[in-house]
C-alpha cells in the first residue's frame, strides 16, 4: 500500500528510539497523534492486532523516550500490543507487510530487530523472562533498566503471579508496567492517586524514608515499632487510595493507577520510578482500541482484523442470499449448544477464548454451566478433571497452540486418573499470519504419546458435530478433537450420528497405492488424486479420522493389496500420525513403502494458510508430485 508521509510530518522524521529521545517533551503528544493515525490507516487496509495496540500507543512512546533502548530492556507480554514499539524501532516503513509472508513479524521477534528483546506469543511470560534479564544483568556485573509490560488479561495466568512472586523474594531492580484496559478511571480517585503517587515516588520522599530506615537501626527495640508502624502507615495509605496491596504482598513497590493516554505524566512517573531500587510495579489505566470508536465499543469484535475495516465508519458485510458457510469454530459452537440443551450435565471450559473458541453464544444461553477461567490453560484442564470426577461431562475448548501449556496437567490430572474429558483443538494445524506462536502443528503428536489419550480429526463440519457427540457419550476417558482454523467445507447436518472408536472410513477405492489423510487434509487427497489419475493411478483415500487408536483392521486389510502407502497430516511428522502408521508396519514386519507427509523438525513462518502449505508441498499439486516421486517408477515418469 502507498504510504501518505505527509499526514505524519513528526513520526517520519522519527528513525530510531535515538531520534525520538532527541525531540522535546512537549511535541510527544503529536507523535502519539500520528503514531495511533498511523496504525489505524495501515491495519484498516492490511489487517492485523488492532485494539491492543491502539491502547498502548502513549505507554510505547513514553517507554522509549525515558529508557535507554536497545541497552535497556523492554520486555512485551504476548506482542499482539507491539506495533507502536516496531514503528518507533526502524520497522514504520515495513508496517503495511505485517503478517504477510515476508513480510514483518505480527509478534515480537529478535531476529527481526535489537528491540525485540524477547519473543512471545503466549501471554502471562514477560514477568519471568524480564526477571531472567535482569538476574543476568547481575552475575555479569552489567548495567542496564529492565521493564516488564503485562496487561490486565495476562494477569490471570499463573505464570505471571509465579514470576512475581519470585521477584520478589530476588528484590532485583525491575520494573512491571501493569497495562490495565478493564475499567475506566474515575477522574476523582485518579487524582488523589496521582498525588499519592508523586509523593510516595519522588526521590526526596524515598532518600528521607531510607534515612528513617537507616536511623531506625541504632535503636533495636524502639526501631522495629516505628518500622512497623511506617510500613502500616504507608501501606494503608495505599490500600484506601489504592489497588495496590496485592502487588505489596508480593514484594512489589506499587505506583498507580494513573492514566495511561497521558503521555507527559507517563514520562514523569517512569522517570521517578527509573531508579528506584528493588521491584517496582507502575499500573496505568488505558483504553482498548484507544482513538478508534468502533476498536472501543467492541474491543472483542476488534481486538485483531482481516482485511474488512472501512475506516471510521463500521465493518463491512457482504450481503449474499446464499447461505453463509460457518467456521469450524461457530459449528463447534452451535453444536455445544444443542448438546447443551438436551444434556444439563455437559459444562463447557474456555481460557480467555470465549469468542475465539465459538462459546460466547453459549456463555449467555448457559451462563452457569459455561466457564471462562481466564489465560490458565492448566488450571482449565485440571478444572474440568475436578468436574468429571463427580460424573460432570465436561467439554475444555483450548486452541492447539495454547493447550500445549497445559501438557502436565493433561497427563497428571486427566489421562492418569482415566477422566472423561473431552478436548475441543480449535486453530489445530496451520493458523496463518500469526505464524509460528500460534500454529496448532505439535498437537497430534504430544497428545498421541499419552496413555489412555483418543486422539481424533474430522475431515469436515458434520464429522466434528459427530465425533463431539460420540466423545461425550461412547468413548471412554480423555478425548481429543482437533480441528482447524477457518471455514468449514459446507453447512453441517441438523443431526448427530455415532461414530464407532478407532474407525476410520474408506472414501475411494483403488489400488496398489492408498492415501491416508487426517482431518482437512482429506479434502486435499481428494483433489491430488485427480492429478494422478492423470497418470493413471488409481489410489485408494482413507479418512484417517482417528490417529489414536488407530483403525487396524481397516490397515491390515490395506496392507494385503497395496504396496504404497502415504499419509498426509498438518501436523509435526516427529511422532505424528505417520509416525505412528510406520510404528504399526514395524510391528508387522510388512514391508510396504511408506511416504510420509506433514510439517517438518522446524517452525514454520507467518503467512495465509494456503501460502503455508503450498510451501510445504501439502497442497493438492504438491501432495500429487511427491507422490509421483514416490512411484515413480511404477509409472514411468522421472521423479520430480
Known sequence: MEIEKGKYKLLFQVDSPEELRKLPQKLLPQLCTELRNYIIDVITKVGGHFGPNLGAVELTVAL????????????????????????????????????????????????????????AGHASTSISAALGFATARDLLKEDYKVVAVIGDGALTGGLAFEGMNNCGFQKRDIIVVFNDNGISIDP?????????????????INTVRETIW?????FPH???????????????????????????????NYFGPINGHNVHKLVKMLRQIKELKGPILLHIMTEKGKGYPPAANDYTKLHAI????????????????????????????????ELMEKDEKIVAISAAMLT??????????????????????????????????????????????????????????????NLHVVFALDRAGLVGEDGPT?????????????????????????????????????YPGPVAIRYPRGKAFGIPENKFEYIPLGSWEEILTGKDLALLAVGKMVSRALQACEILEQYGLEPTVINSRFVK?????????????HNYLVTIEEGTLLGGFGSAVSEFLTRQRHKAKLLMLGIPDKFIGHGTQDELLTELGLDPKGIANSVLSFVAEKVNIPAK
Open 64 to 119: 522509549h523516550y525515558v529508557f535507554d533502548t536497545p541497552k535497556d530492556k523492554i520486555v512485551f507480554d504476548t506482542g499482539h500490543q507491539g506495533y507502536p514499539h516496531k514503528v518507533l524501532t526502524g520497522r514504520r516503513d515495513l508496517l503495511p507487510t505485517i503478517r504477510k509472508k515476508g513480510g514483518i513479524s505480527g509478534f515480537l521477534k529478535p531476529s527481526e530487530s535489537e528491540y525485540d528483546v524477547y519473543g
Open 188 to 204: 476523582n480517585v485518579s487524582a488523589i492517586s496521582t498525588y499519592f503517587n508523586e509523593i510516595f515516588s519522588s526521590r526526596t
Open 214 to 218: 537507616k536511623a531506625t537501626d541504632k
Open 222 to 252: 524502639f526501631g522495629d515499632r516505628l518500622k512497623e508502624f511506617l510500613s502500616r502507615l504507608e501501606g494503608g495509605l495505599k490500600s484506601i487510595m489504592t489497588p495496590g496491596m496485592l502487588f505489596e504482598a508480593l514484594g512489589f
Open 306 to 337: 482481516s482485511k474488512t475495516i472501512e475506516k471510521e465508519t463500521k465493518v463491512i458485510e457482504k450481503i449474499d442470499i446464499q447461505p453463509q458457510i460457518p467456521s469450524y469454530s461457530d459449528v463447534f459452537g452451535d453444536a455445544v449448544i
Open 356 to 417: 475465539g473458541t465459538g462459546l460466547l453464544k453459549a456463555s449467555q444461553l448457559f451462563p452457569t454451566r459455561v466457564f471462562d477461567v481466564g489465560i490458565a490453560e492448566g488450571h482449565a484442564v485440571t478444572y474440568a478433571c475436578g468436574l468429571a470426577a463427580k460424573g460432570i461431562l465436561p467439554i475444555c475448548a483450548i486452541y492447539s497452540t495454547f493447550l500445549q501449556r497445559a501438557f502436565d496437567h493433561i497427563i497428571h490430572d486427566c489421562a492418569l486418573q
Open 438 to 474: 500460534h500454529h496448532g502443528t505439535f498437537d497430534l503428536a504430544y497428545l498421541r504419546l499419552i496413555p489412555n489419550m483418543i486422539v481424533s480429526a474430522p475431515k469436515n463440519e458434520q464429522e466434528l458435530r459427530n465425533l463431539l457427540y460420540s466423545s461425550l457419550y461412547y
Open 549 to 561: 487408536p488407530l483403525d487396524e483392521p481397516l490397515l491390515t486389510k490395506i496392507l494385503s493389496n
